[in-house]
Each structure stands twice: as structure tokens, then as C-alpha cells.
């Protein structure tokens, strides 16, 4: 069943795609667009990749090169997991960046979540709305953590979503949309980094395996 969300804008603005974003091949050892990796009695495994970077935003990402990414604000991957079909029946991942003092998500089923930094207890604070509609704020402990050590905080049960702080200010919300397949969500935002961020080819490689996986299709 599909679900709406809303990613809302509170006192923030959105940073285009258009904007110092550009999309790769992802570079590794002797190989471009490709990341071999070779277990002993196996034949070797080749998975190409595609890394999307936003230098204004400060932000990159790495996708399995057959996702076909589309959008300017919102950036979205259509029709993936087991349901892909040459009618585009599958599911839809997307990637939304908000810059302001919090990063607030409102979904028809689940309501309205919001994480942001306490500058006074030094914090990560989520806040939802109890069963009165009243928010109730709480210590938010990340859930996982990127490749890289960014927190992430999950919200919303089976329509997961993903809310990773860049900074105290900027936020990376990552969303599935579609059945209640969310297998690719996790190891897609492990991919997320900053520009500082340097990661190994065997983990990106890592990471676009188990997406693929994911959907039931063998890398």
C-alpha cells in the first residue's frame, strides 16, 4: 500500500540538486565504475557503482549503477526491490536534505517526528507526538551509525525512514515509499559521507551488494 510523507520545511531551506551536485562512476583501484572483490573456490564478483555528490550541501552518496536517479529538491530512485517490473511497479527510495535547526518528518500513519541537537545538554533529541497530538522530546540514541560515524535515527516503523545530521544544521532524510520492502534503506545510508569522509572500496562494494541483495537480485 502506498503511504504519503512529508518531509516539512520548518524555518529551512532546500538545497537543489542542480547546485554543485554532480554523479560519478565510483573510482577504485585500477578500476573504474567497478569494485571487484574475490573469495578463495569463487568466482570473482564485479559490481558497478555510481557515487552522487552535492559539494554546496556538503554530502555524497554510492548506489548500484543500474538505480536510475532522477530529481532536483528531492532526489529519488524509482521502481526498485522484488517488485521492479518494466511498468514501474516497485518501490521508491528518496533522498531529501533540510538545513535548519531540525529535520521534521510527517507521515500519515505515524505523525510527525523531529530530531535536532540540544545546544544546552549537548544532545540529540527526538521529539513525536503522544497519543493526546502533544509532542513528548526524548534522548535520541542513533540507531546505526554510516560507514563514516554520522548518526542515524530511524522513525516511522514498516515506512521507514532514516533522519542522518551532517551537522547541527543540516540533515540528510532518506525514505522508502512504496510495499513494506525496506531491505535496501539501511546499507544505502551507510554510503552517506561528507567530503572529508574517505572510505575504503571494499566497504562501498560492501554496502551496493547488500542493496542489490536486497532486491533479490544476484550481483
Not at 493526546?132 to 540514541?141: I, V
Amino acid at each position: 500500500m502506498k503511504r504519503s510523507l512529508i518531509i516539512l520545511p520548518l524555518a529551512l531551506a532546500l538545497f537543489g540538486a542542480g547546485c554543485g551536485a554532480t554523479t560519478t562512476p565510483v573510482a577504485t583501484p585500477g578500476q573504474d565504475q567497478q569494485a571487484t572483490s574475490t573469495n578463495p573456490g569463487e568466482a570473482s564478483t564485479v559490481l558497478a557503482m555510481q557515487k552522487f555528490t552535492d559539494d554546496t550541501f556538503g554530502f555524497s552518496f554510492t548506489y548500484p549503477a543500474d538505480w536510475k536517479l532522477e530529481g532536483t529538491n528531492d532526489l529519488v530512485f524509482h521502481n526498485l526491490g522484488p517488485n521492479r517490473s518494466t511498468n514501474g511497479a516497485g518501490d521508491t527510495l528518496t533522498v531529501g536534505r533540510i538545513e535548519g535547526t531540525s529535520a521534521t518528518v510527517d507521515d500519515a500513519a505515524a505523525g510527525i517526528s523531529r530530531v535536532f541537537f540540544n545546544e544546552i545538554t549537548k544532545e540529540w533529541m527526538i521529539a513525536q507526538n503522544n497519543a493526546k497530538g502533544e509532542f513528548e522530546s526524548t534522548n535520541a540514541k542513533p540507531n546505526y551509525t554510516t560507514l563514516s560515524g554520522l548518526p542515524v535515527f530511524k522513525v516511522h516503523g514498516k515506512q521507514e525512514t532514516a533522519i542522518v545530521p551532517l551537522t547541527h544544521k543540516r540533515f540528510i532524510v532518506v525514505n522508502m515509499n512504496g510495499s513494506t520492502w525496506t531491505g535496501a534503506l539501511e546499507p544505502f545510508v551507510k554510503t552517506i559521507r561528507t567530503p572529508s569522509d574517505k572510505l575504503k572500496a571494499e566497504e562501498l562494494s560492501s554496502a551496493v551488494k547488500a542493496m542489490l541483495e536486497s532486491e533479490d537480485i544476484k550481483p
